[in-house]
């Protein structure tokens, strides 16, 4: 049995994780559901920040972060490679995230996303992204930071995807700053393609499993800084796409420099 892979290691780290969240459901009931007034996008965005940093302990996951802070009241935009990626940007600080529709009827992972505010896509009815652009306004102006995955679907992490270009439009229209942000991932004795990445069409419990079973996985995210900008929706979904892509790449090196 390798040290770094350890199925009793996950099976302790699921438990633990499992515990975790009947104990965040009780703390969504008492501080965001049953509190008057009614939840709060910034109630709901705190108590995601809360647990999530909490669920990357128990499994061993340590975030580090270089570059500018997330600029609340803003968008910022990153690579996606895997559900650790929510827990990640979203134990920084309180943050409301876009997500396909696919994501509400997830085991775990839908039910959080629902309590933490998340706002989900229809992909297949044309008008949905006119509907969610008119839900980012309250986000932005409970100064939280609104989180996309402009490529539209998770890969194994060695390139970015094109950018879906719709969602930028109400940025470029209200003048909401953008942050561009880069995600990169190591993992003990095991491979972070097939043990963090969550990509093509791998079942969620079994991948679960393997990456519990990983003694330590590193997280490095790169910050790069907030602009607002005056593009077209399209040149600013490729601009961005070319930023994020410069931050993954400089995260990874600096992972690897840390071996």
Request: one cysteine or more; hydrophobic letters at 45%; aromatic letters at 8%.
């Amino acid at each position: 049995m390798s040290a770094g892979r350890n199925p009793f290691r996950a099976a302790y780290r699921l438990t633990r994780v499992a515990l975790a969240l009947g104990g965040a459901l009780a703390d969504y009931g008492l501080r965001v559901r049953w509190r008057k007034p009614s939840p709060t996008l910034s109630r709901r965005a705190g108590w995601m920040q809360r647990h999530a940093s909490r669920i990357l302990r128990m499994l061993r996951v340590e975030v580090e972060v270089s570059g500018s802070a997330i600029e609340g009241g803003g968008m910022a935009v990153a690579n996606h490679q895997s559900y650790l990626d929510i827990l990640a940007v979203g134990s920084l600080r309180p943050t409301v995230f876009v997500s396909k529709r696919e994501v509400r009827n997830w085991p775990v992972f839908g039910w959080s996303a629902r309590c933490g505010g998340t706002l989900f896509l229809d992909r297949t009815r044309r008008g949905d992204v006119k509907r969610l652009g008119e839900e980012f306004a309250p986000v932005i102006e409970e100064g939280l930071v609104l989180a996309l995955f402009p490529e539209g679907t998770s890969t194994n992490g060695r390139q970015v995807l094109p950018f879906h270009s719709s969602l930028f439009e109400p940025a470029i229209a209200r003048g909401w700053p953008v942050t561009p942000v880069g995600i990169a991932y190591a993992a003990v004795a095991g491979t972070v393609e097939e043990d963090v990445c969550f990509w093509r069409d791998m079942m969620l419990a079994p991948h679960m499993v393997r990456l519990a079973s990983l003694r330590v996985i590193r997280v490095r995210i790169e910050i790069g800084a907030p602009a607002v900008w005056r593009l077209d929706r399209k040149s600013l979904a490729a601009r961005m796409r070319e930023e994020v892509d410069v931050l993954r790449r400089r995260a990874a090196a600096g992972l690897a420099a840390e071996r």
